[in-house]
């Protein structure tokens, strides 16, 4: 009788409480603002990239055709250094940045690494390419996108 009493009144310690950690979730932020920062990055980074690449480093547009492999190689590499360099040092790109976005770790909310740098460039190559990925951050709730789950990471808010 003594338990229901303490119960009711709100007396009894219960367990289940105390030893629960609540998690506390970090909202990305909207899609349509990732994708202003990515159309940002692509018009101030890689456009440069493929102009210099094609006619300065290849030669001409013919050269560029006539050698693909070679000129995507090279425009992905140095793509590549230099967005690396942007999300391990900075936090944020320059579209990021003009969006004020940062990308940090899912988990403790920091900068994140050179390995997590990498996997998330490789998956959003990947993403690129394989076009029904695109869609993913439709279909769940936190709108996380491939890279952000494949490689434990998030932008937000600065």
Partial sequence: MARWRDTKQSKSNNKNTSTKKEKKLIESSPLSTRLRAFLTDTFLITTPILYIVIYLIMGSGEA???DRIK???IILVIHLLIIIFFWFVKGQTPGL???ELKIVDALTKNR????QSLIRYSA???VVVSFFLIF???LRKDTKTFQDL???TIIVKQ
């Fill in 124 to 126: 959003t190559i990947f």
């Fill in 71 to 73: 000129g995507w190689s």
């Fill in 136 to 138: 993913l951050p439709f």
């Fill in 112 to 115: 994140i690494s050179f390995v």
């Fill in 64 to 66: 560029f055709s006539e």
């Fill in 97 to 99: 940045k003009a969006y």
């Fill in 150 to 152: 494949i490689s434990n």
